[in-house]
């Protein structure tokens, strides 16, 4: 099963930025349909930002216009860049498959990387 190692969380404050890095074990696999996912404490895992096979992007509402998602296939990496960030980013981010496929493949979850917004 495909493994994840998200990294480059950190500490940040209001108005902050970050670049989230993924990287998998399997070459294949990150060039699909890609997903970065975030959990705040007591809350649902929520999909946050996608990228296809053909490098189209969408994201989710509270995101829009402030994180971008993008891949390098040679370095088998997924990336997700952070800007103004706000308090309500705080939570463990993570990367797996887009799970809005169908059949959808998820590899297994990460630790990911915690991303804390506070002044």
């Known amino acids: 099963q495909v493994q994840f190692v998200e990294s480059g969380g950190d500490l940040v404050q209001p108005g902050g930025s970050l670049t989230l890095s993924c990287a998998a074990s399997?070459?294949?696999?990150?060039?699909?349909?890609m997903a970065w996912y975030r959990q705040a404490p007591g809350k649902q895992r929520e999909l946050v930002a996608t990228?296809?096979?053909?490098?189209?992007?969408d994201y989710a509402d509270p995101v829009k216009g402030r994180f971008t998602i993008s891949r390098d296939n040679a370095k088998n990496t997924v990336y997700l860049q952070m800007n103004s960030l706000k308090p309500k980013d705080t939570a463990v981010y993570y990367c797996?498959?887009?799970?809005?496929?169908?059949?959808?493949?998820?590899?297994?979850w990460g630790q990911g990387t915690q991303v804390t917004v506070s002044s």
């Open positions: 990228i296809t096979r053909g490098a189209n992007t």
């Open positions: 797996n498959a887009d799970e809005r496929q169908i059949g959808v493949r998820f590899g297994a």
């Open positions: 399997d070459s294949t696999f990150i060039m699909g349909a």
